[in-house]
């Protein structure tokens, strides 16, 4: 029978990564420069480099690819940099100010890490004009009883009104609209009849939850980025599909799974950190077979560092983010993000401190050893003068890199202004951005309650191997694990992840203070039904496949605070004892996150939040092997030897092609371990080791007198 292929791709600022996994479920890896210009270019390339693998034309290959699944950040780019659809809101009469007022917090507003003294507060650029916004007669009470009625006239000229101003997508946010949708899906049909090609978008679809600002933000920003994502995954799978493609088609989502690429427009909000979810999706996978429970994913590509967290075998996540300063109410895995990857710029500011990004080189110009005229150096640059990274094997040959090219931008941005010699300053540049990625692990493990010392560290990335032999033991973690797929990891966790759909909905309920049995005062039968209703609706938006399995939250929260906690539910009818169950796992979870005596039974509880995950198993089975050969010794691995620079001392180190190591055969540093895309490093005083899939695990530190 003919060979087929399950491909993986994940675009990121720099490059292009692709995994293809065949039937026989061997794993080749490819990486390609990103094509800014057009970046569905660039997996069109990568299917090129495929081809050229197998022996194969590219229509040969394309029509033997039965399942295709892309990260990507088009999503995340066309927000931070505002190029989204022009949006209109329409909203309940009175709130019109509610995206402009957002929280009134103050100096605090949408700022996150930036808050501070009121003069540095920054409101973000707004992404519908006041102009566009029309206050619509109409109000459901918080019961959800019609109070009055919607004004379908009003609707009528509003949208006209704002046709001819320009708008080319339409958001709607009403109030109390999660508790009853009628007057949203009323007016959205009138749009429809006015107006049939517009982009609409109801907050009872995207966000069925309480928070007037939270529901209106995520509201507009589906609006705003849907018709730029429909557009871009349009294009791609036209282009897929010319080619001779006919396979399945799914795009990563934020949440911890993929869509249907047919829904990624309705859903674009939901994609906002589509690339990096899907590193921490295959990490939590590689961790169950490897039986690591606690793990810190560090993804280092070109352009970013991105952190998060496993614990106890789940990847962690929220009901809510900050995106492009704006607090949105959709559920996705938790990722915390620098601006310190390989292309990170290295500069001296007028204070005269070395200073390593936010800005990048990006794929074009490039880090100034890229030799396509970037002349400012970068963190790959350091890496190049110190001797961690071969000019000549950077993705195995086919990228060659300049050392002087390297040198002269670090000669004159860096080492002069400072006084420093090139070497020195190469090492300065490392330095900084090891200590700044050393800086996000500590505070995303210490800040959720977490010990850094009770994890193992995930590094994967273009970079991530290159840099966690220096940040990790900064942060006291002690193992870090290179996965095989390391180079294109976040593209790996896109073709192995499950098809996933959550949806969520508000609907309050709380006890009084000072009781002791807490479902004496909760409505049972409320929240059988809404979980019920939940369930149809993950169903059928995973077209009632048999495959589905369902998993149910119930986020709990103490009278008047604000952060709430998932506890699973389940499966089955909720009775009276099950519910005190769950809110005696809420107290102990509770301590167990903010220390012992900090929970407040007697306060009373609220639910607010109702959720129910389903998932289609990937049709891309884990644990996919190497198609490397490993050798059987050390020295059939090794490539030779070269001075590598550490802690500014130059060192004869070992280099080995780290895909051929032999299993089970350790090996004590110092040392360079060459990938196809990656180069990993295991420091003086360390050791590595590889598994029989070619994963390889690097101890930071003596421990208990051995490694």
């Not at 009849?193 to 928070?211: K, R």
């Not at 990938?675 to 590889?690: D, N, R």
Request: proline residues 5%.
């Amino acid at each position: 029978m003919a060979r087929t292929f399950s491909v993986g791709t994940d675009i990121g600022g720099t490059f292009t990564d692709m995994v293809v996994v065949d039937d026989q479920s061997n794993v080749a890896l490819f990486k390609l420069p990103t094509t800014p210009e057009d970046r569905s270019l660039g997996v069109l390339h990568g299917f090129e480099a495929a081809a050229r693998a197998n022996d194969m034309t590219v229509a040969e290959f394309t029509a033997a690819v039965r399942y295709f699944a892309h990260g990507t950040t088009a999503a995340t780019n066309a927000l931070i940099e505002r190029k989204g659809e022009v949006t209109g809101l329409l909203t309940t009469r009175g709130a019109g100010d509610t995206l402009l007022i957002q929280r009134s917090m103050g100096s605090w507003t949408g700022a996150g890490d930036l808050s501070g003294h009121y003069s540095r507060r920054r409101n973000p650029v707004p992404l519908v004009q006041r102009t566009h916004i029309r206050e619509i007669d109409q109000r459901h009470d918080f019961a959800g009883e019609a109070i009055v009625a919607l004004d379908r006239d009003g609707v009528r000229a509003a949208v006209r009104q704002l046709r001819d101003a320009g708008v080319r997508s339409m958001a709607i946010c009403f109030l109390w609209s999660f508790v009853n949708p009628e007057h949203e899906l009323a007016a959205a049909e009138i749009i429809r009849q006015e107006w049939p090609d517009v982009f609409v978008t109801t907050s009872s679809d995207v966000a069925p939850v309480i928070g007037e600002y939270e529901r209106t933000a995520t509201t507009i920003v589906n609006s705003y980025l849907g018709p730029v994502i429909s557009r871009y995954v349009e294009l791609l799978e036209s282009r897929l599909r010319d080619a001779g493609f006919t396979g399945d088609f799914t795009v990563m989502d934020s949440a911890g799974g993929v869509m249907d690429a047919r829904q990624a427009g309705r859903r674009a909000v939901e994609m906002l950190t589509s690339g990096p979810a899907g590193g921490v999706l295959a990490s939590a996978a590689l961790a169950a077979r490897l039986g690591y429970r606690n793990v810190i994913t560090g993804d280092m590509g070109g352009t970013s560092f991105d952190v998060g967290l496993i614990v106890d075998g789940e990847p962690l996540t929220a009901t809510s983010s900050i995106e492009g300063r704006y607090h949105l109410a959709v559920p996705k895995i938790r990722v915390t993000a620098i601006g310190a990857g390989g292309g990170s710029i290295a500069g001296v500011d007028s204070d005269g401190i070395l200073t390593v990004g936010p800005e990048s080189a990006g794929a074009v110009p490039g880090p100034a050893c890229y030799g396509k005229g970037g002349t400012r150096p970068t963190v790959t640059d350091a890496d190049v003068v110190l001797g961690v990274i071969d000019p000549a094997n950077f993705l195995g040959g086919a990228f060659p890199l300049y050392r002087n090219l390297a040198e002269e931008a670090i000669a004159k941005h860096v080492a002069e202004p400072l006084n420093m010699t090139v070497p020195e300053a190469a090492a300065g540049i490392r330095k900084v951005a090891d200590n700044q990625m050393a800086d996000l692990v500590r505070s995303a493990t210490v800040q959720e309650g977490h010990d850094p010392r009770d994890f193992a560290l995930f590094a994967y990335g273009g970079a991530g191997p290159t840099h966690a032999y220096a940040y990790a033991p900064e942060a006291d973690i002690s193992t870090v694990v290179i996965p095989y797929t390391a180079t294109v990891h976040s593209a790996y966790g896109a073709v192995s992840s499950d098809q996933y759909r959550s949806v969520q909905l508000s609907d309050p309920q709380r006890t009084p203070p000072m009781i002791r049995v807490p479902s004496e005062h909760i409505d049972l039968d409320r929240i059988n039904d809404r979980f019920a209703e939940l369930e149809r609706r993950c169903r059928t938006e995973l077209r009632d496949d048999p495959a589905i399995t369902t998993n149910r939250l119930l986020y709990f929260r103490y009278r008047r605070q604000v952060h709430e906690l998932p506890i699973g539910v389940p499966p089955g009818p909720l009775t009276a004892e099950r519910f005190d169950e769950l809110a005696a796992d809420f107290h102990r979870r509770y301590e167990r996150l903010y220390g012992e005596g900090t929970s407040l039974p007697e306060g009373g509880i609220e639910i607010n939040t109702f959720r129910v995950e389903g998932r289609i198993p990937s049709p891309t089975a884990h644990g996919s092997s190497s198609s490397a050969q490993q050798a059987d010794t050390l020295e059939g691995a090794l490539l030779g030897r070269r001075a590598v620079t550490f802690d500014g001392v130059a060192l004869d180190t070992a280099v080995y092609r780290g895909e051929a190591l032999p299993s089970q055969i350790r090996i004590t540093g110092p040392a360079v371990l060459e990938y196809f895309g990656t180069t990993a490093v295991v420091a003086p005083g360390q050791s590595a080791v590889a598994d029989h899939e070619g994963n390889v695990v690097i101890t930071t530190r003596t421990v208990n007198g051995a490694h």
